[in-house]
C-alpha cells in the first residue's frame, strides 16, 4: 500500500499548490469539464475522500450519506447540477477553507488506508472493491480531475510515473468499457507499448503487430480517463479493436461516458 499511499499523498500536494495559485474568479471560473469550477471539482474531492473514510470505519454514516446521493440523483439528472448538490454538502463557503478541508480529508483518508491489508474488500456504490484498488481509484479520480484546472489556467502538467496507477486500472478496463455500454468484448487483446515520464517503456499484454498502441502513457492516461479525445493525442493506435477501445475507453465507474469531441480539451 506504501506506493499508491506516496503517489496519492504526492498529487494532492502538488494540486494544492496549484490551487492556491487561483484567485476568486479562478475559483468560481466553469472549466472545460461540464463546466465545473475549480470549487465545485475540490468539494467533489473533498466529499468522496470523505466517503471513503466512511466506508471503512463509519458504515451509519456512508449508508446515510449514500441515500443522500441516491436520492439528489434521481432528482436531478444534470452533471453540474448534481455536483452543485454535493459542494453545498459540504457547507464550506470560503476557498482557502474548502482546500483545507480536502487536505485534511486526504491526509485522513490515507493514513488510515496505510495500515489496512491491500486485499480488504471495501463497500461502496458498486461492487466492493480491495483496499489497494480503492486506493488507486481514489488516485485516478484525483489526477483526473485537476487536469480540468491545469486546462483552465493553461499551464503544462509535470508527469511522474505515478500514473502506471492509471495506466494499470486503464488496462484492466478493456473488457468492462465494452461490457458498460452492452458491446462485445473483443477476443484479442491489443498489445501496449508506452514511454513513461522518465522515459522508460512499460508493455501490457502479448505483442501484435495487427492490434496495438504506443507513445507516451500521459496520452493514454488522458485517454481512458476521458480527459482528451484519442485525436488530440500522439498515441500510434493500428487496428480496428485497438481503434475501437480508444474511441470509448473509460475507467472510471458509473454509465457510460464519451470523450471529449476532438479540440474541445486540448
Known amino acids: 500500500m506504501e506506493k499508491i499511499i506516496s503517489s496519492i499523498r504526492d498529487e494532492a500536494l502538488t494540486i494544492q499548490s496549484l490551487l492556491l ?3 476568486q ?19 467533489h474531492l473533498l466529499y468522496f475522500d470523505r466517503m471513503t473514510i466512511y466506508s471503512l470505519n463509519n458504515k451509519d454514516t456512508f449508508n446515510r450519506e449514500a441515500s443522500f446521493l441516491f436520492q439528489a440523483f434521481s432528482s436531478e439528472k444534470n452533471s453540474l447540477e448534481r455536483a452543485k448538490l454535493v459542494r453545498d454538502r459540504m457547507a464550506i463557503n470560503d476557498q482557502d477553507s474548502m482546500i483545507e478541508a480536502w487536505m485534511k480529508s486526504n491526509h485522513e483518508m490515507t493514513k488510515i488506508f496505510l495500515s489496512v491489508n491491500p486485499e480488504q474488500r471495501c463497500q461502496w456504490f458498486g461492487p466492493d472493491m480491495s483496499a489497494r484498488m480503492f486506493m488507486i481509484a481514489r488516485y485516478m479520480e484525483t489526477w ?4 480540468a484546472i491545469y486546462d483552465l489556467m493553461g499551464q503544462k502538467r509535470t508527469y511522474t510515473d505515478d500514473i502506471e ?12 468499457t465494452f461490457r458498460n455500454r452492452k ?12 514511454r513513461s515520464p522518465s522515459g522508460g517503456k512499460w508493455t501490457y499484454n502479448d505483442p501484435n503487430d495487427e492490434e496495438s498502441i504506443k507513445g507516451k502513457a500521459s496520452d493514454f492516461c488522458h485517454v481512458v480517463t476521458q480527459n482528451r479525445n484519442i485525436k488530440d493525442t500522439t498515441l500510434e493506435v493500428n487496428g480496428k479493436i485497438s481503434e475501437h477501445w ?12 464519451n470523450p471529449p469531441k476532438k479540440g474541445e480539451r486540448n
Open 21 to 23: 495559485s487561483l484567485n
Open 25 to 43: 474568479l479562478d475559483w468560481k471560473a466553469e472549466t472545460l469539464f461540464k463546466a465545473w469550477s475549480p470549487e465545485i471539482i475540490v468539494s
Open 144 to 147: 483526473s480531475h485537476a487536469q
Open 183 to 194: 458491446l462485445e468484448v473483443p477476443e484479442i487483446f491489443p498489445y501496449i507499448e508506452l
Open 165 to 176: 496507477h492509471i495506466v494499470q486500472i486503464g488496462v484492466k478496463t478493456f473488457k468492462w
Open 246 to 257: 480508444m474511441s470509448i475507453a473509460q475507467c472510471f465507474a458509473g454509465d457510460p461516458e
